[in-house]
């Protein structure tokens, strides 16, 4: 089992900048890819980014250039620098962790962005 807390989230206005931090407990061996989702009201989770073991990422075509995951093994964490956020990047940001047979979810954090 693994288990994800995030932090970081809160209210932002427009143009600023926020960054979520998730720390990993419990079976990180089995860790391989790590990553952010996000849930807007009425929306679907949708990727935000996600980096591999390897330090490979992806990032969804809405955050490229504003956003930045990165991962520090070592602290069992992994982070995600917003800049320039938007009115629509509110919404509840999740961790994601690929284990070896299952992925794992944090529970959440709210990110609000005012005009």
């Known amino acids: 089992q693994v288990q994800l807390v995030e932090s970081g989230g809160g209210l932002v206005q427009a143009g600023g900048s926020l960054r979520l931090s998730c720390v990993a407990s419990?079976?990180?061996?089995?860790?391989?890819?790590m990553g952010w989702y996000r849930q807007a009201p009425g929306k679907q989770r949708a990727l935000v980014a996600t980096?591999?073991?390897?330090?490979?990422?992806n990032y969804a075509d809405s955050v490229k250039g504003r956003c930045t995951i990165s991962r520090d093994s070592a602290k069992n964490m992994v982070y995600l620098q917003m800049n320039s956020l938007k009115p629509e990047d509110t919404a509840v940001y999740y961790c994601?962790?690929?284990?070896?047979?299952?992925?794992?979810w944090g529970q959440g954090t709210q990110v609000t962005v005012s005009s």
């Open positions: 419990g079976s990180i061996f089995s860790i391989k890819a």
């Open positions: 980096i591999t073991s390897g330090g490979i990422t």
């Open positions: 994601l962790a690929q284990g070896s047979v299952r992925y794992y």
